[in-house]
């Protein structure tokens, strides 16, 4: 349907005014000189800037502190992924089902959803603390003697566990909407059809729910690569040493700590391209989810 | 289309369906929910522990953390723990107040929140109410900031703003983080599922661009700014890296910030405060929680509604 609309050869350009001023400024402006230093070596103490090509971005890539924050995100993502939709999609098939207290079970499943990572982050490190976590005791019962901050996998783990707790509220959310925008015929049909529940499950509810499986497991990604940056920061208590890190949180150091604007810029342009690929991917599957409804 | 073609399918079926769930199938259903409610009492305990923990143990003195690990029961150090956090003058300058960073937060928030949905719901209405030239131009230059977030262009954004004088002020922080367009997306949307006739409707009328934006789409929108509102004030409250960059002057700090402080003073310490800086998290998420607890369905509209 074509939408009725007005004439007018200056309204609609100051309506627009706030919105492109910012965007040139603050996004336009950045992304364009992101780019452009990524092909730059800088010298920090003069201000020289040469031109060197794609060196920056072979150097980066490259570099083996590089391809170890890469694997570090790669499995990093999978596992956060992985564990908070799957513990999400059992919570909201546990709170679609029952009858009472969906309400109350609602509002402590989502509370977390209000808490900054960098906080969560904080009680994580707590949580995981050489002297005073009960986790770190708990592993240690079963003879796991847990060093977060210490070693390498160890702070790994606890950093993955804690930004899947994160995560599972919005996908939480997200699951049950789409659980109860089933509709009860379809149920109804489904319960004559297939006694078991479990059965039910996965031959007719799961497959309804895929689309926003698809939907979630992009949000998921990109929560994992961008958003986890201050669960990283404070867990590692600014100081990632030995510890590993996602390739977010290098461009940040190696920028911000390191100096090196080119090096940095390029590691920024290799993830604008990753999230470029996602988004279209995201795309994609939002048109063909207008098919399902 | 689907309901239509169950209704049809399913009648012998309806009559039975009262008489099952009365029966034998009731007392089945009751049995699996047993289940479900372990299952979610289990996910309570997940996702609320480490808050309980979080706060119980603020209630205590360092000594007897440091000493007998985090505590469950509440202890007798309340009081002195968050009259510190708020009031305790912290920091290199000793100026910073929990308080004080709380209002920065509150700031942030609020105008973020207020900023945003300000300009994304004029441009939203020019791109919709519109035909001008440039008009799909400007429609792919917004949708652009969809596909780069602020954690990738970090470097060259603190230098956009370093350059313009606007580190260490509201403005530098805000204005930034509005270059998103998220909310432009979710708004245009709306506006595209408002029906035409009242557009006819109100020039008939004899009203203008103006009369029919403020008049009746402003109105129509009012439950749609509500939910969005609430979304972006978490967003902005919760902001982190931003605000690293940004605030070197200690009085600029929002809460948030202020727990990458703690962790800062705590290097150095025989017993850190561990009371402090949890008590420090639990203030950080009061706001935000509160929020959206309170405006819960409203929340759980916007979240889901904007992401389509």
Not at chain 2, 191 to 218: C, H, M, Q, T, Y
Not at chain 2, 300 to 305: A, F, H, Q, S
Request: glycine share 8%; with cysteine.
């Amino acid at each position: 349907m074509h939408k009725a609309q007005f004439q007018s050869p200056l309204y609609p350009y100051l309506l627009l005014l706030p919105q492109m001023a910012i965007v040139a400024i603050f996004f336009l402006w950045p992304s364009a000189e992101a780019v452009r230093s990524s092909f730059f070596l800088q010298d920090p103490f003069f201000g020289n800037e040469t031109f060197v090509g794609i060196d920056n971005y072979t150097d980066a890539v490259t570099r083996s502190d590089y391809g170890r924050a890469a694997w570090f995100t790669f499995l990093f993502t999978v596992v956060v992924t992985f564990f908070s939709l799957g513990i999400a999609l059992l919570l909201a098939v546990a709170a679609d089902n029952v009858l009472r207290g969906q309400g109350p079970y609602k509002t402590l499943l989502m509370w977390v959803y209000a808490i900054a990572p960098p906080v969560a982050g904080l009680i994580g490190i707590m949580l995981f603390d050489q002297h005073i976590g009960p986790i770190v005791d708990f592993f240690a019962l079963f003879g796991w003697d847990m060093r977060v901050g210490v070693d390498y996998w160890d702070s790994g783990i606890a950093m993955m566990i804690v930004a899947t707790w994160k995560q599972i509220p919005v996908n939480f959310i997200f699951f049950l909407s789409g659980l109860q925008s089933i509709p009860k015929g379809v149920r109804e049909a489904a319960s004559i059809d297939n006694p078991s529940a479990s059965g039910r499950f996965w031959t007719i509810i799961f497959p309804l729910l895929a689309p926003t499986s698809f939907f979630l497991m992009i949000i998921n990604i990109t929560y994992a690569f961008f958003e986890t940056f201050g669960i990283v920061d404070v867990m590692l208590k600014g100081e990632p040493g030995n510890n590993p890190v996602t390739l977010v949180y290098k461009v940040f150091l190696d920028g911000f700590r390191g100096n090196d604007l080119g090096g940095s810029s390029a590691q920024s342009v290799i993830l604008m391209v990753f999230v470029l690929a996602l988004t279209i991917v995201q795309f994609r599957l939002i048109e063909r989810r207008v098919h399902y409804t | 289309m689907s309901q239509d073609q169950i209704a049809v399918t399913g009648k012998p079926v309806v009559p039975a369906a009262p008489s099952a769930s009365a029966t034998g199938a009731g007392a089945f259903v009751r049995r699996h929910q047993i289940v479900e409610h372990i299952v979610l009492l289990f996910g309570v305990l997940l996702m609320m522990g480490p808050i309980a923990v979080a706060f119980t143990t603020s209630t205590h003195d360092p000594v007897t953390i440091h000493s007998e690990g985090m505590q469950l029961g509440f202890g007798d150090n309340f009081l002195p723990t968050y009259e510190a956090v708020i009031f305790e003058q912290t920091g290199f300058t000793k100026q910073v107040t929990g308080w004080g960073m709380s209002l920065n937060s509150l700031i942030l928030g609020l105008g973020f929140a207020i900023g945003k949905i300000i300009v994304s719901m004029l441009a939203a209405y020019a791109i919709v109410y519109f035909r001008f030239p440039l008009g799909t131009l400007c429609f792919w230059i917004i949708f652009s900031t969809l596909l780069l977030p602020l954690e990738v262009r970090i470097l060259p954004s603190y230098e956009v703003v370093q350059g313009l004088g606007l580190l260490n002020s509201y403005t530098g922080l805000i204005l930034p983080l509005i270059a998103s367009a998220t909310g432009t997306f979710f708004f245009r949307q709306f506006f595209k599922s408002v029906p035409n006739e009242l557009l006819e409707a109100a020039r008939i009328d004899g009203a203008g661009p103006f009369r029919f934006f403020w008049d009746i789409l402003v109105p129509l929108s009012r439950t749609m700014i509500a939910a969005i509102f609430i979304i972006m004030f978490v967003v902005g409250w919760n902001q982190y890296l931003w605000p690293i960059l940004m605030t070197t002057d200690e009085s600029f700090y929002t809460v948030v910030r202020g727990i990458r402080q703690i962790l800062q003073v705590w290097i150095g310490a025989d017993i850190p405060d561990y009371n402090e800086a949890l008590g420090l998290a639990i203030i950080a998420m009061i706001p935000p929680v509160l929020i959206v607890i309170i405006f819960q369905r409203m929340f759980i509209k916007g979240l889901v509604e904007s992401e389509k």
